[in-house]
């Protein structure tokens, strides 16, 4: 268990000074985007500045959250503040799709009114937000299956240098052709890029918020082979949640013969269940508690008033 708490801390002190780069980076290019989108008067370059608000935003509370992570549990916190990560990546979330839904609304409205863009601006506002943006992917990317928060930080920097192609390509249609409405079809490309995401990860963060099972585990599955068990004569109250990515927790009441109190021979039960839930499921369980309880006990269990 210390081997296994010191690993965690490393990562989460390495993916804390990879979110502080990140951070760095894209609030950097954010300062550069709104400056070239009052230049040269680009709805895209506009909406790609505003996407790197909410993301610099983002990757402040991931920088936040990572930090809230690495303090110890306390008895008033006995988990710590392990779910910041989850309760960061929700609001990420949301202000993507938040962002996303305005950048569809507004990119339709100058459809019908276009307005003039000054193409050589905004291609290198574009190139610049790109570099910017592939670096702090770069920085971000090994430490994205780390957690949900990592997670949606790199999904961020992904989403704007997506958000940067398409203002470079826009710059470049516009400066051939003239063709202004590219960059209303940009500012859409920008939109259709950010919410299917930003949908997808709030349901998996709502899902750990509503404590529902984690997903890949099959309750029904855990419970037929808890039962097989020898001595286990069934199983009740069984529940499965996660407090936070890579930390799923179970709680079960198993019922046995009366006789294996007096033999003595719970403690080995208790071991084999604990090595089933944590060795033979493709979700592994390594937190899990359970109350053995004699079959005598479950006909007054339910009449005891606490």
Known sequence: MS??????????????????????????????????????????LLVDAAHMLTDTLGLLMALTAANLVMRKSTNQ?????????????????????AVGIYAAIDAIRRLFEPAEIHSAGLLAFGIIGLAGNLVAM????????????MRAAFLEVLNDALGSVAVIVAA???WLTG?????????????ALIVPRAVKLLGETTHILLESTPKGLDLQDVRSHLEALPGVISVHDLHASQIASNLPVLTAHVVVADEMFSSDSTGE?????????AEHFTVSISH????IEPLSHRK????INC
């Open 3 to 44: 081997h296994d708490h010191s690993h965690d801390h490393g990562l989460a002190h390495a993916n804390r000074t990879r979110l502080a780069w990140a951070f760095g980076i894209t609030a950097t290019i954010l300062i550069a985007e709104v400056i070239g989108a009052i230049l040269t008067n680009s709805l895209a």
């Open 77 to 97: 916190r006995t988990w710590g503040f392990r779910r910041a990560e989850v309760l960061s990546a929700t609001v990420q979330a949301a202000l993507l799709l």
């Open 138 to 149: 770069w920085i971000i990317s090994s430490g994205r299956k780390d957690n949900l928060n």
């Open 172 to 174: 470049i249609v516009i």
């Open 179 to 191: 063709w202004g409405t590219a960059d209303s079809i940009a500012a859409l490309v920008i939109a």
């Open 269 to 277: 039960l208790l071991r084999e269940l604990q090595e089933c839930v």
């Open 288 to 291: 899990s508690t359970f109350q």
């Open 300 to 303: 007054t269990e339910h009449q």
